[in-house]
């Protein structure tokens, strides 16, 4: 089996992890992370060599950028301190606390390259956590600050674990340079992304064409992340930015299509980048088998002693942190998500995996420092993080869902009914609220008018069905049986229609450009 061939069998297990995940009531990341270990105890399979410069190039950008489809600038904004209390107080105590054990227990490390370490295991993986989260049906709080601190955190732990390997690499630190080289990163990426966001925001409104501006999307990504590294930026920031700024501006109601293939094929790179990512974390195997090779005993331990630190760390923070977050939310009602209770603290505890952007980290790392010497102990390093991350991700993945159902943590379903039913009363007011605007300036027989008006009233019903009462309800039942009736018949004859334009393009002289630009009015059409 070559490199092509080992992707492609990455490729099929990321597709065929989803299914199965929600089968067996695993993540999918988990299960892709195990079907890469045993991979990597294959003999046939090779051993994977991606050159370090390319991992958090290819990997990140298109990762963060579907992540924050998820979420929004007033969710940020809302959640601004347990963000800042988890994505930056925790992952600097992390970084600072690995960094102080590793270097007091792996001979021959320097404090530089400890620091690396820390900032690498320090992040917990969004894309892991939320996967989980969202099999478990966790609170919407929960879920938020899972979101918000996977997305922040990798900014914070990858702008630190730069200045580290910058001062391995040198040999060199200096504490100003260093915090106005964080600032000045900083600033570059936030003024990147900006531009980024507004240029491509104009770009689709100039594009057009959904099949085009779902394409200009994916390149978003990687020309704000490549071109804030290339000028000193962190690129992983400006991602963010630019994707929070499009998530803001760039949406246009009335854009259906547009709108549903774009998230369908975000979906699908979320879906198959995630896959391909823990799966090269479980066939990192292969290097962390030749590292050990004789030394398993030293190298565990190593292992052991750091992940009981990220662990331990990420407990202990936690607690005072919440407890402060509970009183401050107290003394003011700041509209923000907060664990409510010290069950929900526990599994925020439990939910912090290392995943993606720890192995990419890992290795990144450069093979050789600036003198041509090599980097000091880098397949240790290698090695620990990758025992990190598999403590965490299998170990944690595997026993959260147990966790989750002995505290009996569980989503607040109450209010995500009574906001839907809200939505769904605000949505039937608009319309009505419209059709009035419209009969105002157009004369509408009265049949019209009130079938329009029964209408509008089903938009709301049909997103809530509690909404209406009994008797409205009743007459809605009525409507809706016979409505799926109606549509039932259409679907047949829109369904005939398409079998007879498809079967035109296997005949004699039919030209398939038309027939497919038929076929899509037809697709069109039977979608709405």
């Not at 991350?389 to 009914?417: C, F, N």
């Amino acid at each position: 089996m070559d490199q092509l061939a080992l992707l492609f069998v990455l490729l099929l297990g990321a597709v065929l992890s989803v299914p199965l995940g929600e089968r067996l009531r695993l993540p999918a990341p988990v299960l892709m992370t195990l079907a890469g270990i045993v991979l990597a105890l294959l003999q046939f399979v090779p051993n994977v060599d991606i050159p370090p410069e390319y991992i958090l190039p290819l990997v990140l950008p298109p990762l963060l950028y579907a992540s924050v489809q998820r979420t929004s600038w007033r969710q940020f904004t809302a959640n601004l301190r347990p963000i800042l209390l988890l994505a930056v107080a925790l992952v600097l105590v992390t970084m600072v606390a690995v960094a102080a054990v590793a270097n007091s227990i792996v001979p021959g490390l320097p404090i530089a390259a400890a620091f690396a370490l820390g900032a690498l295991v320090a992040p917990p993986d969004p894309v892991a956590a939320t996967a989980v989260a969202g099999q478990l049906g966790l609170p919407r709080r929960l879920v938020s600050i899972l979101e918000g601190e996977g997305l922040f955190n990798d900014v914070t732990a990858i702008v630190l674990y730069h200045v580290a390997i910058a001062a391995a690499v040198s040999g060199t630190f200096s504490l100003p340079d260093a915090a106005l080289d964080l600032v000045l990163s900083a600033v570059v990426a936030i003024a990147i992304g900006l531009a980024i966001g507004w240029t491509a925001n104009k770009l689709m409104g100039f594009l057009g064409d959904p099949t085009l501006q779902v394409g200009l999307t994916l390149l978003v990504p990687f020309v704000s992340y490549v071109l804030a590294e290339e000028l000193k930026g962190s690129g992983v920031l400006a991602v963010l930015v630019t994707a929070l700024f499009l998530a803001e501006y760039a949406v246009d109601a009335d854009d259906v299509m547009g709108r549903l293939a774009g998230r369908t094929f975000w979906e699908v790179v979320d879906t198959l980048v995630t896959g391909i990512a823990f799966g090269l974390i479980g066939l990192e195997l292969h290097n962390a088998i030749k590292t050990a090779s004789g030394r398993w005993a030293e190298l565990i331990g190593w292992a052991a002693a750091v992940t009981a630190v990220v662990v331990l760390v990420r407990l202990l923070w936690l607690l005072p942190a919440t407890w402060v977050a509970k009183k401050l939310h107290s003394l003011r009602d700041y509209d923000e998500e907060i664990p409510v209770s010290w069950r929900e603290t526990v599994v925020m505890w439990w939910s912090g995996m290392r995943g993606v952007a720890s192995v990419a980290l890992a290795l990144a790392i450069p093979k050789t420092m600036e003198n041509g010497e090599p980097f000091p102990v880098r397949d240790e390093i290698i090695f620990i993080a990758f025992g990190v991350i598999m403590a965490t991700l299998v170990v944690q993945g595997l026993t959260l869902p147990w966790l989750v159902r002995k505290l009996g943590v569980e989503a607040d379903a109450e209010v995500e009914e009574a906001f839907e039913k809200e939505l769904a009363i605000r949505a039937a007011k608009a319309a009505k609220r419209r059709l009035k605007e419209i009969q105002e300036v157009e004369e509408l027989p009265d049949e019209f008018a009130e079938q329009l008006a029964r209408r509008a009233y089903d938009i709301g019903a049909r997103i809530s069905p509690d909404m209406v009462d009994d008797d409205r309800k009743a007459a809605y039942v009525k409507r809706t049986a016979w409505m799926k009736r109606v549509r039932r018949i259409q679907g047949e004859m829109m369904s005939a229609a398409r079998h007879e334009v498809l079967s035109a393009r296997s005949e004699p002289g039919a030209d398939p450009e038309i027939v497919d630009r038929v076929l899509r009015h037809l697709d069109v059409r039977s979608l709405r």
